[in-house]
């Protein structure tokens, strides 16, 4: 597979809108990345700490597909080709709950997950997109951030320092920061 900008872009949305279920589900986040993987060639893998309960999940593994396509709508077939595992844990999810086989109506409730924390998916896919990977606690802060928590844009920049991540576009380092440390 070709890594373009387009389809780094596509990763990152995808891979934020798993991200953003997992913390908003509290099955924590553990890591999320969209560096190439050097088996199968795909890009973007999302971990979760926990997995939550059969309706979570399912939210969650649709979340990737709809966050893709809520960023771009042209993108639509190939978000669906992209997806087709975490169509197939979904139905798996369904068979847990008992329910018809339909996924249609978990789109449509993801789909409104999505738009209800999109603030936080796309600073999650802004930062995938420049830094490739991010950690369970960094994506926790930013959707602190997204939440209006006061102190959290300093708690990331703080925790950046820590573990050697450097500061991004949208959370720069400021100077007092850096001279507080
Ligand atoms: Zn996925």
């Given at each position: 597979?070709?890594?373009?900008?387009?389809?780094?872009?596509?990763?990152?949305?995808h891979?934020?809108?798993?991200?953003?279920?997992?913390?908003?589900?509290?099955?924590?986040?553990?890591?999320?990345?969209?560096?190439?993987?050097?088996?199968?060639?795909?890009?973007?893998?999302?971990?979760?700490?926990?997995?939550?309960?059969?309706?979570?999940?399912?939210i969650?593994?649709l979340?990737?597909?709809?966050?893709?396509?809520?960023h771009?709508?042209?993108?639509?077939?190939?978000?669906?080709?992209?997806?087709?595992?975490?169509?197939?844990?979904?139905?798996?999810?369904?068979?847990?709950?008992?329910?018809?086989?339909?996924?249609?109506?978990?789109?449509?409730?993801?789909?409104?997950f999505?738009?209800?924390?999109?603030?936080?998916?796309?600073?999650v896919?802004?930062?995938?997109?420049?830094?490739?990977?991010?950690?369970g606690y960094?994506?926790?802060?930013?959707?602190?951030?997204?939440?209006?928590?006061?102190?959290?844009?300093?708690?990331?920049?703080?925790?950046?320092?820590?573990?050697?991540?450097?500061?991004?576009?949208?959370?720069?380092?400021?100077v007092m920061q850096?001279?507080?440390?």
């Amino acid at each position: 597979m070709r890594v373009t900008k387009q389809s780094l872009q596509a990763s990152a949305y995808h891979e934020a809108g798993h991200a953003i279920a997992d913390v908003r589900f509290e099955c924590i986040c553990d890591r999320v990345t969209i560096v190439q993987c050097q088996e199968d060639g795909t890009l973007g893998r999302e971990r979760s700490v926990y997995g939550g309960d059969a309706e979570h999940r399912l939210i969650a593994c649709l979340a990737g597909y709809a966050a893709e396509i809520e960023h771009d709508p042209r993108s639509e077939p190939q978000a669906k080709l992209g997806a087709t595992d975490d169509f197939d844990k979904a139905r798996g999810c369904l068979r847990e709950l008992g329910v018809k086989c339909l996924l249609a109506p978990w789109h449509k409730k993801t789909r409104q997950f999505v738009r209800d924390n999109w603030r936080a998916i796309d600073m999650v896919a802004r930062d995938l997109v420049e830094v490739k990977t991010l950690d369970g606690y960094e994506v926790e802060l930013i959707v602190n951030i997204a939440d209006g928590e006061p102190d959290a844009i300093e708690a990331l920049a703080n925790h950046r320092l820590m573990i050697g991540h450097s500061g991004t576009r949208q959370f720069p380092f400021t100077v007092m920061q850096l001279s507080e440390e």
